[in-house]
């Protein structure tokens, strides 16, 4: 059983437990359609039955193991351009976590994902519900690796396998949800330029030489060097420089 979080101002103020559900996202959503969310909503459980990754993978949890959530905002101050910087906030708040909690420098795999050692801890699915031209309402689903021993996906890895030590998901909550409120209200007063550097600095692969592959030049040698504005993958090659959306490039490596 989790309780309503302490430290932060909003996030976790409400809180819905349930011990299995189908998807916190989903069950985010129905929230929303039904008017009964508040900005910070939380919803958590500890087995998600058809949790999803990007590319609409699964995302393997053992129950009880780790975090599965989900989180409600209202981030109606941001224009549609500029919805992928709360990809940013999400990703920078969970690397902020780990490395002020644990000492672990994380890499940010483009656009969302969180790696350590060459091994993802953490997964996040972003849905946006567009307004008028602006973000009206977020979902923001996130799976957290804390206490699992083995995976069946080799590139899987946990806050376990990092530090050698059983956490109580309770604190890893709190502490995590803390971070990424402190990155979102940043973002809420406009304090972005930082965090689009920070983001950019984290990237995984960043300035080496690695194999992409897009549906033009099939597989290819690049070099990842930067995030444009709208959340575009910038990687320059004999091809030239070329800029990417979600899903339009793949890491080979």
């Not at 053992?62 to 500029?82: E, R, V, Y």
Request: aromatic fraction near 10%.
């Amino acid at each position: 059983m989790y309780k309503i979080l302490a430290k932060t101002f909003f996030m976790g103020k409400k809180l819905h437990f349930m011990t299995t559900c189908h998807s916190t996202n989903e069950t985010a959503g129905d929230l929303l359609l039904n008017g009964t969310d508040i900005e910070g909503t939380l919803i958590i459980t500890d087995h998600q039955t058809n949790g999803k990754g990007q590319r609409g993978n699964s995302w393997e949890s053992a129950p009880g193991k780790n975090l599965t959530f989900s989180l409600i905002l209202k981030p109606s101050f941001l224009d549609i351009a500029h919805q992928f910087r709360l990809n940013i906030v999400i990703s920078l708040a969970i690397k902020d976590y780990l490395s002020l909690h644990h000492g672990i420098k994380a890499k940010i795999k483009w656009p969302n994902d969180i790696y350590v050692e060459e091994r993802k801890i953490s997964g996040i699915l972003i849905k946006n519900i567009i307004k008028q031209s602006l973000v009206n309402n977020t979902i923001i689903g996130i799976g957290f690796n804390v206490n699992q021993h083995f995976f069946s996906e080799p590139k899987a890895i946990s806050l376990f396998q990092c530090t050698g030590k059983v956490l109580e998901l309770q604190e890893v909550l709190g502490n995590l949800v803390l971070q990424i409120e402190k990155r979102y209200l940043q973002l809420k007063n406009s304090h972005f330029s930082s965090m689009s550097k920070a983001y950019i600095d984290a990237l995984y692969w960043r300035d080496e030489i690695h194999i992409f592959r897009d549906n033009d030049n099939g597989e290819f040698e690049g070099r990842i060097t930067a995030v444009d504005g709208i959340g575009r993958l910038v990687i320059s090659s004999d091809f030239g420089t070329r800029t990417y959306m979600h899903q339009e490039v793949q890491f080979i490596s």
